[in-house]
């Protein structure tokens, strides 16, 4: 089965705090990983590609295929950070399987 | 570059009826796909349509259609309304393609409300 895994619903930081939201994926064969972001009233948008092994606005995601976990990491959160933080999966047939969503909220 | 674009962003519609949403993708991406978002199943994917043929498609009823022009414009129709139909719809378009520059990239989408 295809599946990806989002164990937390909410997760809330203060400011400054390092942050991680987990990944787990279920998919046979190298998988293709995002991960993807929507902040409040705007559209889901792209924030990192295992691919492309890329850091933006300081988040990191290390692709573990042991664990079979793609967790996003941040060092030092920030309160523009808030948001809505889904890890996708490209399946067999092209289109993204998306986990359930963390809602990040990060208090000043 | 534009991005993604969908219309009408919000609408509301009758049991029973139908509705056709649209979707623009960005300019020379020639894949457009649909997804469903709802609180309670989160981010379904509907269907894919590549050079104006569906590629792939996800597990929803046949009340739930699309189709794709020569400009790489899309359409989705949903008929006989349900009141389970109400979420927000998203087009996403890419390249089609494969590797780093095959990125989803998504509209804002079209919210629906079944009353």
């Known amino acids: 089965a295809q599946r990806v895994t989002q164990p937390e619903k909410l997760l809330s930081v203060f400011k400054g705090a390092p942050v991680e939201l987990k990944c787990n994926y279920s998919?046979?064969?190298?998988?293709?990983l995002f991960w993807y972001v929507q902040y409040s009233r705007q559209r889901l948008q792209i924030l990192l590609r295992h691919i492309s092994r890329e850091s933006i606005k300081g988040f990191t995601a290390d692709l573990n295929k042991g664990e079979t976990s793609f967790h996003l990491k941040k060092p030092f959160a920030q309160e523009e950070d808030s948001a809505m933080y889904y890890c996708a999966l490209r399946g067999s047939q092209g289109n993204l399987i998306f986990g359930k969503g963390t809602k990040l909220s990060v208090k000043p | 570059k534009a991005g993604v674009t969908q219309t009408p962003r919000y609408l509301i519609k009758t049991r029973g009826q139908q509705v056709t949403l649209s979707c623009s993708p960005i300019s020379g991406h020639r894949s457009v796909s649909w997804y469903q978002q709802t609180p309670g199943q989160g981010l379904q994917f509907l269907f894919e349509?590549?050079?104006?043929?569906?590629?792939n498609k996800g597990n929803f009823p046949g009340r739930f259609s699309g189709r794709q022009f020569s400009n790489s414009r899309s359409e989705m129709n949903v008929s006989t309304l349900e009141l389970g139909d109400s979420a927000l719809y998203l087009c996403?378009?890419?390249?089609?393609?494969?590797?780093?520059?095959?990125?989803?990239?998504f509209g804002e989408g079209s919210w629906l409300t079944v009353v």
């Open positions: 996403a378009s890419s390249w089609g393609g494969q590797g780093i520059e095959n990125t989803i990239y």
């Open positions: 349509y590549f050079s104006e043929t569906q590629r």
């Open positions: 998919y046979s064969g190298s998988p293709e």
